[in-house]
């Protein structure tokens, strides 16, 4: 699968805790199928909150948009993460995949994350 933001730049498969995310080795932008993202926040992810914190969330320049490497000619719109109210992230509306920019994972799992997953989830 071709990374939505480099265009021509295979995403590498990695395993994150038994999930198998798509990550870009150029821009390590970060897509996850759809309920993926739920699935993640859900599971020890240290590791790849630790690669994903070494980029500065940035909020990137309109004017350009990206293209759902699932579906083809399908554009990803930009959503309010209802993970984290005032996260933008890039949507699929067709195949519910999610587009997390560097940075943007940490973002959405952040500080009360735990207090989060414990209300979404309804952890003990
Ligand atoms: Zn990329
Ligand atoms: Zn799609």
Same mark, same amino acid.
């Given at each position: 699968m071709l990374c939505p933001k480099c265009e021509n730049k295979e995403m590498e498969t990695q395993s994150v805790a038994g999930i198998e995310i798509d990550r870009c080795p150029e821009c390590h932008g970060i897509w996850l199928d759809a309920l993926e993202l739920e699935s993640l926040l859900k599971r020890d992810i240290k590791p790849l909150l630790e690669a994903d914190g070494q980029f500065e969330a940035v909020t990137r320049q309109e004017g350009r948009r990206l293209h759902c490497p699932r579906c083809k000619g399908t554009y990803l719109i930009k959503l309010n993460s /209802?993970? /984290?109210?005032g996260t933008i992230v890039d949507s699929c509306t067709t195949c519910f995949g999610t587009w997390l920019d560097a940075g943007e994972l940490t973002r959405l799992a952040g500080d009360d994350f735990a207090r989060l997953i414990a209300k979404l989830f309804g952890a003990p």
């Open positions: /209802r993970l /984290r109210p």
